[in-house]
Each structure stands twice: as C-alpha cells, then as structure tokens.
C-alpha cells in the first residue's frame, strides 16, 4: 500500500524554466510533509518542508504547495539550473499521531534533469 | 559541525549471515533513524531511537534491531540476512521533532 505517491519517475527541463514535481498521499494523518533532494552516492538533503497548517512555503527559487483536500502537494523550481539535476523525494509523517516528525513514509522518487 | 557519517560505505555478504552497520549523529542530535532503500524505491523506516531507547518502529521483522549509545551514535544489526535485505541502508539523525538529516549510506549486498 503506497501511501505517498510520485507517479513521475523522471522529468526533464531546459535551464531556466519552471520544473514541477508532483506527489500523491492516501493517508489523512500526514500532518507534515517534506522534499528532499538525493545525489548519487550521497544521502538525502532536506530541501523544503511545509506543515498542514499552511498551503505554500517559499525557499528562494523552491516553493511547496499543499492542496489538502486533494491530498496533492507539488514543489515548483524556478529558475531551474543544471546543479538541479538529482532525484526528488517527497515524504509526509503523521506527526500529532505518532508523536515524532522522524517516521517519514517516503515516495519512490522522481529523477529531475535539467538540460542546457 | 560533523555531519551524519556511516560506515561502512559498502559490504557483502552471504544468505543466513549477521551484519553490523554504524552510524554517528550530527552534533547536537539526539535522535537516530535507520532507513531502508531498496532499487528504485523510495527509504523505508526501520526504526528510531531516542535516549538509548527504540521510539517507533517500521514494518520490519525483529530480526533487524539497534542500538543507540551514550554518545547518541547507533548501530543496526540484522540477523539470518536474506537476498530481500540487500539495500542502501541510510542513518538519519535530528533534534526531537525536527527535520532528519542523511548520512550518505552504507551499500549492502546478500549473496
């Protein structure tokens, strides 16, 4: 049962333009919802987060939105630049339920390209 | 500030074997999760650990246990390894309640 769904394993952008990621999740106890950014041979690096309290968080050129009746959230890259490359997790962890942030249940991840 | 280190990066072994990864937090973190990565997936949590003590738990059988020191660095062992256990097993460490931060992994592969 995948509860946090990336239905697009790969994209690719040309520099400069927007790149948008995409994520699904099934569960209504995910309170806390993060992206993170994974290159080869490294672990991941936290990018951006959002609460469900909100509906957008904005990190210079990262922003998140948060669609909660849609259980939809999407992280916009603008201007997206080349070091962008990697693949892109989304995660969510039911914070007020599990009374941690570190249980994340993980997406399957998209692969990012951003061409020249 | 030291950052999340793993060791070690890469290991074999063979079916029925026992293996034992380690991992030292972040300075100032107090709390460590163990992740599993299988290919083309997305990291699976195993387990965390919070002063010394297993604080929630993954879907994974107890043949994959822990343990937190004093210092808050942690091992994971498991047991009897099967062909399914080979992964990037990832050390994830953080304050209470906050955003995990990543080692780079150690590579696991059962023969």
């Known amino acids: 049962d995948q509860q946090v769904k990336q239905n697009s394993p790969s994209l690719s952008v040309q520099e400069g333009r927007i790149s948008i990621l995409n994520c699904d999740y099934t569960n209504s106890m995910f309170d806390y919802f993060l992206w993170y950014k994974k290159y080869p041979a490294e672990g991941p690096t936290f990018l951006i987060s959002?609460?469900?309290?909100?509906d957008k968080n904005e990190d210079g050129r990262f922003t998140v939105f948060l669609n909660k009746s849609a259980k939809h959230l999407s992280l916009h890259i603008v201007p997206s630049q080349p070091g962008d490359s990697a693949v892109y997790f989304c995660?969510?962890?039911?914070?007020?339920?599990?009374?941690?942030?570190?249980?994340?249940?993980f997406g399957t991840g998209t692969r990012l390209q951003v061409t020249l | 500030e030291t950052g999340v280190t793993q060791s070690p990066t890469h290991l074999i072994k063979t079916r029925g074997q026992q293996v034992t990864l380690r991992c030292s937090s972040q300075?100032?973190?107090?709390?460590v999760s163990w992740y599993q990565q299988a290919l083309g997936q997305g990291p699976q949590f195993i387990f965390q650990y919070y002063r010394e003590e297993e604080n929630g738990r993954g879907n994974f059988p107890p043949r994959f246990s822990g343990l937190q020191f004093p210092n808050y660095s942690s091992e994971l062992n498991v047991n009897a390894l099967e062909l399914d256990d080979s992964a990037l097993y990832l050390c994830?460490?953080?304050?209470?309640?906050?955003?995990?931060?990543f080692g780079s992994g150690t590579q696991l592969s059962v023969l």
């Open positions: 959002i609460s469900s309290i909100k």
């Open positions: 994830a460490s953080s304050r209470p309640n906050e955003k995990l931060f």
């Open positions: 995660a969510a962890s039911a914070r007020r339920e599990t009374g941690t942030a570190s249980k994340l249940t």
């Open positions: 300075s100032g973190h107090n709390t």
